[in-house]
């Protein structure tokens, strides 16, 4: 086994606040209060944040190691398929499809919350439709997300939720 740091604090921090955050505002908090609102600023900033941390950031945290790549992701899917294991240290291919959705979703569901505020937009169908979809399209990847870190973590015998705690991955080692 390689012990190898991968998740530097910020990113666990983001990580584990954003989820908690999210859930607090999706199944605990009533969208009429005012702490509901205040939990999607956060939310928002904590996105903004991370778009920083995506560009100064530690080496993983860094967008540039884990650019969206359609070609590998049809190559994980493959590898899924046949049984073939590549190791990633970072994110895989899939993985940062999903974290780009999920920022993108996110940053929607606090644009359009923060739009439903406004006097131009409050009371507009549109706005609160939109809101309403992507905190269902931010459910569904949620779900997604949490079934795959699962099956990744299985398949390849890495812990993931772990190293999204602890920031080190334990790779298999040469066999």
């Given amino acids: 086994m390689v012990r190898i740091a991968v998740w530097d604090p910020f990113v666990r921090i983001f990580h584990w606040s954003l989820a908690g955050l999210f859930a607090a505002n999706a199944l605990f908090l009533d969208p009429e209060t005012t702490l509901h609102r205040q939990v999607g600023y956060a939310a928002a900033a904590l996105i903004a944040l991370r778009l920083v941390w995506g560009v100064i950031g530690s080496r993983h ?18 590898d899924l398929a046949t049984g ?3 190791l990633h240290v970072g994110h895989t291919p899939l993985g940062a499809f999903m974290i780009y959705n999920l920022l993108a979703t996110v940053a929607a569901i606090a ?5 439903m505020t406004t006097d131009a937009f409050w009371g507009v169908a549109w706005v609160e439709e939109v809101h309403e979809a992507a905190v269902l399209w931010a459910e569904v990847s949620i779900v997604l997300h949490v079934a795959a870190v699962i099956l990744e973590s299985l398949r390849m015998q890495i812990n993931l939720p772990k190293a999204m705690v602890t920031g080190v991955k334990i790779m298999p080692g040469p066999h």
Avoid: N, Y
């Fill in 61 to 78: 945290a860094r967008f540039r190691d884990f650019p969206p790549s359609l070609k590998g992701a049809l190559g994980q899917i493959s």
């Fill in 84 to 86: 073939r294991r590549s």
């Fill in 111 to 115: 644009a359009s919350g923060w739009l």
